[in-house]
């Protein structure tokens, strides 16, 4: 069932049934990615970066309980001398091996037995009569929840060391694009939403934001493309990073993308458990913000700030208007993006020409999340809800805004107003970029 962006007229049953489809695609995930493996690399920390896959699935259980069975439905807690070690402000993940956690068994039960009530609390609840329940926010964001930790748990997949459990065929091949970058032209458009039903508090409320003219690529920056920055010596030419960035590059020696290797001539990553040599046309994937900043500079552009980013997402130069996707209204079907883990990688420049921009930007949605040039905060009017610790004590200038998903996020948590945001170190993400430029007055004539 497509959403759509005002859902007023929604009866509860239409709501009742898109819940329940979206939270059984979030747990058949899940279970997926939790039964590829077996129970000694469950509870295993395959990185410090990382918790063990089991932690994620019990706190994908617990937080439905907190915020379902027991604040949304009223009903008794199913495990209530777990919340603390659920808690991820209580402990870091460096120290959640160390933790008495339930085994892979009981997480398992535990988990199945606080779904089978959260049915029974969809089908006897109102949806209606508070905030929480409006439109099912609850529910929504429940389901949100569980996706976003879907994809942490492929990233730890990807840190697991071995042969590769996780399969999945190839997205469609790409296809030369016609420029490398378009003209955004300058003028106001509505950023964030006030309308999306399930949007969460960093994405709201709507505001108008004047942007000047700018050029963005097309396109997100290939491998081949960073590869060209590589062998030029980028990695060894401090004027083209920021300072922070350059010491965090001598600390770590960091020589290419997380998971990279080079063999000779020849570059070779590792994915899931496949060494293979690394494609040219997929965009660059594992780098920092640091490294997205520092090639855009070698390459005399720059990372656009998240309000261009949005721009050229969202933008109807037609209507004035902004849309909830690059391609419209509809949610994402399989001809627009590359989501869902559907693939194991990201698809060449070109391969979703269904998802492209009015003004041909392309695969905005999907792939890989792009590094922005702006820092997390919260837009004017910002008010906390649900709870302050999703968004809100994380706005600041420790983090950095990613965009636009990646093939391992999953369509209920993409939206052309979704806003992620990590360290500006991190590359165990499923993180990318594209470049943005300042627009010459000799180009607007």
Not at 15 to 26: D, K, P, Y
Request: glycine share 8%; charged share 25%; with cysteine.
């Amino acid at each position: 069932m497509t959403i759509a962006p005002s859902a007023a007229d929604r009866t509860p049953e239409d709501w009742r049934s898109h819940v329940a489809e979206v939270l059984t695609r979030s747990r058949n995930r899940s279970q997926m990615l939790t039964d590829a493996v077996d129970d000694e690399d469950l509870v295993r920390q395959h990185s410090p970066l990382m918790s063990p896959l089991v932690w994620d699935l019990a706190h994908i259980g617990n937080q439905e309980e907190l915020w379902l069975v027991r604040d949304v439905g009223g009903r008794a807690p199913v495990r209530q001398d777990i919340d603390e070690l659920y808690d991820a402000f209580k402990h870091a993940r460096t120290d959640r091996p160390s933790l008495p956690l339930l085994g892979p068994a009981e997480a398992r039960h535990y988990v199945s037995e606080v779904r089978d009530k959260v049915f029974d609390v969809l089908e006897h609840s109102p949806l209606d009569g508070r905030p929480l329940l409006e439109q099912a926010f609850a529910f929504g964001m429940i389901a949100q929840h569980e996706q976003q930790h879907a994809e942490t748990m492929l990233a730890t997949h990807q840190l697991r060391a071995g042969a590769a459990s996780l399969h999945a065929a190839s997205p469609p091949p790409g296809t030369r694009l016609p420029a490398s970058e378009v003209l955004v032209p300058a003028g106001p458009f509505t950023m964030g939403t006030s309308t999306e039903p399930w949007a969460l508090d960093n994405e709201r409320p709507a505001h108008m934001v004047d942007v000047a003219d700018y050029f963005i690529d097309t396109a997100a920056v290939t491998n081949g493309q960073y590869l060209a920055f590589i062998e030029a010596g980028g990695y060894d030419e401090p004027r083209w990073w920021n300072a922070e960035g350059w010491a965090h590059r001598v600390k770590s020696r960091l020589t290419g993308p997380l998971f990279w290797e080079r063999d000779g001539d020849t570059w070779w990553r590792v994915r899931f458990g496949v060494r293979e040599q690394v494609p040219v046309q997929e965009p660059v994937m594992h780098v920092s913000f640091h490294e997205a900043d520092a090639y855009a500079r070698w390459a005399g552009k720059r990372l656009p700030t998240e309000v261009e980013w949005e721009k050229a997402a969202r933008w109807d130069p037609a209507t004035g208007r902004s849309r909830r996707y690059p391609w419209g209204d509809e949610d994402p079907g399989p001809d627009h993006a590359n989501l869902g883990q559907r693939h194991l990688r990201p698809a060449e420049a070109g391969a979703y020409p269904g998802g492209a921009s009015p003004l041909g930007v392309h695969q905005l949605i999907g792939d890989v999340w792009e590094w922005t040039s702006s820092n997390f905060s919260g837009y004017p009017g910002f008010t906390v809800f649900p709870y302050a610790e999703y968004s809100l004590v994380f706005f600041g200038s420790d983090y950095k805004v990613l965009r636009g998903g990646s093939f391992g996020a999953d369509a209920v948590a993409v939206r052309g107003t979704f806003r992620n945001w990590d360290l500006p170190i991190r590359r165990q993400i499923f993180s990318g970029f594209r470049c943005a430029r300042d627009a010459r007055p000799e180009e607007l004539s």
